[in-house]
């Protein structure tokens, strides 16, 4: 317990803290003019010294909000840590939002200096200069283009430097006050606010305190026993609390270094370079990887084709059991080593994922085939599911302790429970301590006794793994009183292949129902194999082989919801393939490609209908938007199909027959 | 400190001793026919340094002939052209080169199967002092002069914003980006005159836009004098400082965009109507 007092409670602190103790390892990387740059944390030290000095000069004062916007770059982080140091509130913006939203967040925090990367933020901050009232100065990384603008409020990254520099050289003490001064912070100061995307309405400016923020790192630092050995490539967005988390609070409390990739584009060949230790996707990254593995496998020989199968094959047996150290038959371990040598290890240093050590996903479902397919190749993936108001971890799964289709057990030290109503509530230690200005929001978001309401659905699976089902607004109930859950059911569907997008029906109702969107290129290709001819998306749909499969996959999907007690009520007693895509231009999809359920359930309220009186076809008529922008109407016949029905029991009470 | 400074600009070369505002080249009374086809007749005008000049005209105006006889590639039958003060009549295109001027063309001219990075160093080539033999050994002073063309080559890259393109031939490159290792190439060269011959054509709005702005930039930061031909009215009024006009290979207007655009011949030319 000793040794826990004594540990820093502020990034700045382990800085100072870092460029002692790992001096000369590296604590930074950033790939420029096609070589990689590397500063060790005693540089990065000096490097944020001399631009917290500058920044000091300037008037930065103890509580001033800086705004730091653009991409995954060295200078950016340290003006993070410059600001720290000088008791500040680094705000990262999103480097992609339109002037409008930036300059919302920045006069909302009451910005009074912003650190950007290039022209375009700088040309975004000028165009609304008049609201920004509170902004003093901007100060830039790359100087490309700005050649002729006004310089009084605009600096240069390296000037600022070079003015602490200055007074680092008139004033010899300047150096060693600035040390005290970190040492003397406060871990109850903010640490950082950051906006939440914000999906319903504005944003909000989340506040993180100094010695939380740092108390959630410490846990999972220790929870995934990272060292100063360990590296990983930054390149999510900044302004996300999973890029500041991941890469900066944990990167400064084990001392390890974070990689910065050469622009947005090279993410993949800097990955590659690096081979870093630890990584974090989003699902939908994995989901791309294999499917480019996929289509290049398609195009190479016969024979390389026969040894990948083959060895893939091998993987999926046993390699989730080998990562997990569970006991495999020797010769099941012999081959798995050869497929070693010939397949997984050239593929993941393809992918630059041949020394990872831990690999998360989180933010959306991801298919048990795909996640296995990575477990498989000896990728340590696991999920976390976490908020920005949590400072990220919720909870995380232990190696060894990994499933597809939860997000795990509470991450170290947070406590977890489910409402009444199903809604999951975290206390935690990297807890926020409230939105900024907002104190009425914070107030709904929190529960009288200190938990906060995450706004999803969820409960914890038998071996005490927490499952997110869905958003809990969008959480219903059949009428026997069931829970119905349709994300949960939607993404169970739309892991097959063949299932482009389902949405399901059932809230208040007697049982669940579906609308399901083939996937034309998936069943396209399978139709060109089976030699069925079809015209049109519409015919493709409607066609009694499609329905056949389709229906396999739905009687899947109700034999998998039978085993879970909680689910088990809602299968989809019937479904019907629509005639035609949803789409975002005629409104049934939201521009991020998220079904408006409501929406489709309004337009094609004929068909919810058909669903639940028992016919077996009905006759629909809707109106399209082209591409073009012209309007025209389809119309079809959409075929009702019955999918069965498994008891919860049944297949026990089969087995004792 | 291994990290190198960011922001080193590279100038083009002073050694001319012309002053920025300051002629750099001028055009006086050249004409040009191809046997009895008169693709230009009479026409002057100049380049001063550190500018942005358009030269634009309805198609068959003779802007290309005109790019192509400052580049040497045809030598007009009357009329001179004075290139840093010096005077020239017959001249082959790598002369041109050797004095500082570089181009790209209307049609990407490309070496299709080599990399970005192969297609820039390739711009280099003329700037490179070590013999065949040297260069064949690729060792020792040979090496040395490779890596400093390589950085400066990194520096345009950085510039371009290219670098995710660097090791992919340009063959499989979408036709704005090939535009831009174009031009990438032709700044290798350092140029002192950077002459583009439709650096727009073909290209979408949003391609258009990047395309601008890299102009602008070697202009402003590299300080390249540039003299450029475009279709594109918007393009040409936004970018330049000076625009001549050529209509049926003669001279129509000469100066500032904005008198340009009001001049009346300019819209007659333009729109269209019959001499």
């Known amino acids: ?657 | 400190m291994n990290a190198h400074p960011d922001h080193h600009i590279i100038v083009a070369p002073d050694d001319d001793g012309i002053a920025r505002g300051e002629t750099l080249m001028e055009v006086k009374n050249v004409s040009l026919a191809f046997g009895g086809v008169k693709a230009i007749t009479d026409i002057s005008f100049d380049v001063r340094k550190g500018e942005i000049r358009a030269i634009i005209g309805p198609n068959g105006a003779g802007k290309t002939s005109m790019l192509n006889v400052i580049n040497g590639f045809y030598t007009p039958q009357v009329g001179t052209i004075t290139f840093r003060g010096q005077e020239r009549r017959a001249m082959k295109p790598h002369h041109a080169v050797r004095q500082g001027i570089a181009r790209t063309f209307q049609n990407v001219a490309l070496f299709k199967g080599m990399s970005t990075l192969d297609n820039i160093m390739a711009g280099r080539s003329v700037l490179m002092k070590r013999s065949i033999g040297w260069q064949m050994l690729w060792h020792g002073p040979a090496l040395a002069e490779e890596i400093e063309h390589r950085e400066k080559v990194e520096e345009i890259i950085d510039f371009l914003e290219i670098e995710h393109i660097r090791r992919t031939p340009v063959g499989k490159l979408p036709y704005g980006l090939q535009k831009r290792v174009e031009l990438g190439r032709a700044l290798a060269m350092e140029p002192s005159l950077l002459l583009l011959d439709e650096p727009m054509a073909g290209m979408n709005l949003e391609e258009k836009e990047d395309m601008s702005r890299f102009i602008l930039d070697v202009n402003q930061q590299r300080g390249t004098t540039i003299a450029l031909i475009e279709h594109d009215m918007g393009v040409v009024m936004d970018l330049s400082d000076r625009v001549v006009v050529l209509d049926y290979g003669k001279k129509i207007a000469d100066g500032p965009p904005d008198e340009v655009k009001n001049n009346q011949a300019v819209i007659d030319a333009y729109l269209g109507v019959p001499h």
Request: overall charge negative.
């Open chain 1, 1 to 657: 317990m000793a040794e826990a007092q004594t540990l820093p409670d502020t990034f700045p602190k382990y800085l100072l803290r870092n460029a002692e103790m790992f001096g000369t390892r590296p604590a930074m990387r950033h790939k420029d003019r096609g070589i990689w740059q590397s500063w060790t944390w005693s540089q990065q030290r000096d490097e944020i010294r001399d631009f917290a000095t500058g920044l000091a000069g300037l008037g930065l004062k103890h509580g001033d909000k800086v705004a730091i916007i653009g991409a995954n770059r060295p200078k950016l982080y340290w003006a993070v840590c410059a600001v720290q140091s000088l008791g500040g509130v680094p705000v990262p913006v999103y480097a992609d939002a339109v002037a409008d939203e930036l300059a919302y967040v920045v006069s909302h925090a009451d910005v009074r200096f912003a650190v950007v990367q290039d022209q375009e933020q700088v040309d975004k901050l000028n165009s609304f200069a008049d609201r920004l009232t509170s902004l003093r100065a901007v100060i830039y990384d790359e100087p490309r283009g700005l050649v002729d603008y006004d310089k009084r409020a605009l600096h240069d990254f390296e000037d600022v430097q070079e003015m602490g520099r200055r007074a680092q050289m008139a004033d010899r003490q300047a150096a060693t006050r600035w040390e005290e001064a970190i040492r003397n912070g406060s871990g109850e100061d903010v640490s950082i606010m950051l906006y939440t995307s914000g999906t319903t309405g504005r944003s909000k400016g989340v506040m993180l305190k100094a010695k939380n923020a740092v108390k959630a790192a410490q846990d999972t630092v220790t929870f995934d026993r990272l060292t100063e050995k360990d590296s990983v490539l930054a390149y999510l967005p900044l302004a996300w609390v999973g890029d500041h988390y991941l890469n900066y609070a944990q990167g400064y409390v084990a001392g390890f270094c974070m990689a910065c990739p050469e622009s947005g584009q090279t993410v993949a060949q800097d990955l590659r370079e690096l081979a870093p230790t630890f990584y974090f996707a989003p699902p939908r990254v994995f989901e791309g990887l294999l499917t480019s593995i996929t289509i290049r496998m398609e195009d190479a020989g016969k024979f390389k084709q026969r040894i990948y199968r083959h060895y893939i094959e091998v993987a999926r047996k046993y390699g989730e059991a080998i990562l997990e150290g569970r006991s495999v038959p020797a010769s099941a371990r012999a081959s798995y080593a050869i497929g070693e040598i010939l397949v997984y290890g050239p593929l993941k240093n393809v992918l630059g994922l041949s020394n990872i050590r831990v690999a998360y996903t989180a933010g959306e479902a991801i298919g048990s085939d795909l996640f296995s397919f990575f477990r498989a190749l000896g990728v340590n993936l696991k999920q976390l599911y976490g908020q920005t108001e949590a400072f990220l971890y919720v909870t995380c799964q232990k190696d060894g302790e990994v499933r597809s289709d939860t997000v795990g057990p509470p991450a170290p030290n947070v406590d977890i429970r489910i409402s009444d109503d199903g809604e999951v509530q975290f206390r935690s230690p990297g807890m926020f301590s409230g939105y900024y200005l907002e104190e009425e929001k914070t107030a709904e978001t929190m529960t009288p006794d200190g938990y906060v309401k995450t706004g999803d659905a969820g409960f914890f699976d038998t071996d005490g793994q927490l499952k997110i089902i869905d958003r809990a607004k969008d959480v219903g109930k059949l009428s026997s009183g069931a829970l119905f859950a349709p994300k949960y059911l939607e993404n169970m569907l739309k892991f097959f292949p063949n299932i482009k997008e389902a949405v399901a029906f059932g809230d208040g109702r007697e049982f669940a129902t579906a609308f399901i969107n083939i996937d034309l290129q998936a069943v396209g290709n399978w139709a060109e194999r089976n030699n069925i001819a079809y015209a049109s998306y519409q015919e493709l749909a409607g066609h009694p082989l499609v329905y056949e499969m389709i229906a396999q996959n739905v009687e899947d999907t109700n034999r998998r919801l039978s085993a879970e007690p909680m689910m088990a009520a809602a299968q989809v007693r019937r479904f019907l393939i629509l005639h035609k895509e949803l789409d975002a231009d005629d409104g049934e999809l939201t521009r991020t490609q998220k079904v408006r359920r409501a929406f489709v359930a309004d337009r094609y309220a004929p068909l919810i209908e058909a669903l639940y009186d028992g016919s077996d076809v009905r006759f629909v008529e809707t109106e399209v938007t082209y591409e073009d922008g012209r309007k025209g109407r389809i119309s079809a016949n959409v075929k009702i199909v019955d999918a069965p029905v498994f008891g919860a029991a049944q297949p026990v009470r089969e087995a004792a027959e």
